[in-house]
């Protein structure tokens, strides 16, 4: 299906008509062009404004999941101790990409229904004296939020590490103040709230973790060293993709334009319609605590009376895509993305209105 009546998969959310609009220009090589690099540098300048940083910003072309492991890869050698803070499948996930390429990765783990307890994460982390800690700040497939960031880079920090987080599925929908956190390199996509296509990734940098990232020495296609002068010296590791980068122009100032506090009561006001409608109709929530929930995206469980299967497909006959899930949560919990474009108060009414009617029809 090329596209959804109601779409509310959480990510790669739909995409607006004026952000599509950036693939109709047929612009010339990124190599070569000023105007490239002036582009480049004043999406630089919204992304700080955005995350209220100081801290270099990187935009690279492709999935955000290639800055996941450029992050590791950048900052870690061989036998080097790295701390996961796991409160989700990405959380873990860190762990599971340091390990394959022999890192020594510790897991602080809990309930995947939770969000992190920073007292936990200290013990844990000054027993292990890793060199770098992650986090995730939205756990897209739980759909929670770890609203104590600050916290655990504050711990990151005095134990001499480098603070690791993937904001992948929370910027552009939620607050987040990076320097006030102690993020050392944060890392954003471009298909969730910023409502681009799948294309780009973007990643705060401070200069501790490029003083880092020059020891490591990592020259991998993901590697960040070639970055660091990017747009100053009018030179990049590969050819950029012009037209995404107009895109994430578009998008920022969209934000800008709407101001980002708009925006994110905006995600806050459709999150709270989508919980209440459907705890309403007789849905669980899957953490334990709605304070645990991210304004992106909301997690319940599958209908006890259905499969995911079943459920999905009587969704998508009525034209609403949503997500499912993966790992321990397949089959269980599925997602509603009100993230970006999708965070839009008719269209999560819509959608919630065709859950009870298939809910209803099964009862």
């Known amino acids: 299906m090329e596209r959804y009546k109601i779409g509310l998969i959480p990510g790669p959310v739909s995409v607006p008509t004026e952000i599509r609009d950036a693939w109709k220009i047929d612009y010339a090589s990124s190599d070569l062009e000023d105007e490239f690099f002036t582009l480049y540098h004043e999406n630089q300048t919204l992304t700080q404004k955005l995350l209220h940083t100081r801290n270099k910003i990187v ?133 969730k709230c910023l409502s681009l296509t799948p294309s780009l990734s973007i990643s705060s940098i401070s200069q501790r973790a490029w003083e880092v990232i020059k020891s490591v020495n990592y020259s991998g296609y993901e590697a960040y060293k070639d970055w660091e002068d990017v747009p100053e010296i009018h030179y990049m590791p590969y050819t950029h993709d012009w037209h995404s980068m107009k895109a994430l122009n578009i998008s920022l100032s969209r934000i800008m334009n709407e101001t980002p506090e708009k925006v994110y009561a905006r995600h806050s006001e459709v999150a709270k319609l ?29 209908p006890e009376n259905f499969t995911w299967k079943e459920f999905d ?45 298939v809910i209803k029809e099964r009862a």
Not at 110 to 127: F, M, R, S, T
């Open 313 to 357: 497909s009587a969704l998508r006959e009525r034209g609403l895509a949503i997500g499912g899930n993966y790992g321990v949560l397949a089959g269980k919990v599925f997602r509603i993305g009100h993230m970006g474009n999708q965070a839009d108060y008719e269209l999560v009414k819509n959608g919630m209105n065709v859950i009870r009617e």
């Open 59 to 191: 935009i690279t072309s492709g999935e955000a999941m290639s800055i996941l492991w450029a992050a590791l890869k950048c900052t870690l050698k061989q036998n080097e101790k790295m701390l996961a803070v796991s409160s989700g499948l990405f959380g873990t996930g860190f762990a599971e990409m340091a390990r394959a390429f022999g890192v020594n990765a510790g897991v602080c783990e809990v309930p995947y229904d939770e969000i992190p307890d920073a007292q936990k994460v200290y013990d844990h982390a000054k027993n292990f004296r890793p060199k770098v800690i992650t986090a995730v700040h939205c756990e897209t497939p739980s759909g929670t939020l770890t609203t104590n960031l600050a916290e655990i880079g504050a711990i990151a920090h005095e134990l001499g590490a480098l603070f690791v987080v993937d904001f992948v599925s929370s910027v552009g929908g939620v607050d987040l103040d990076v320097d006030a956190c102690n993020i050392d390199v944060g890392l954003l996509g471009s298909q």
């Open 274 to 302: 989508c919980r209440d409608f459907g705890q309403e109709m007789g849905l669980k929530l899957f953490p334990k605590s709605e304070y645990f929930s991210s304004p992106t995206v909301t997690a319940f469980y599958v």
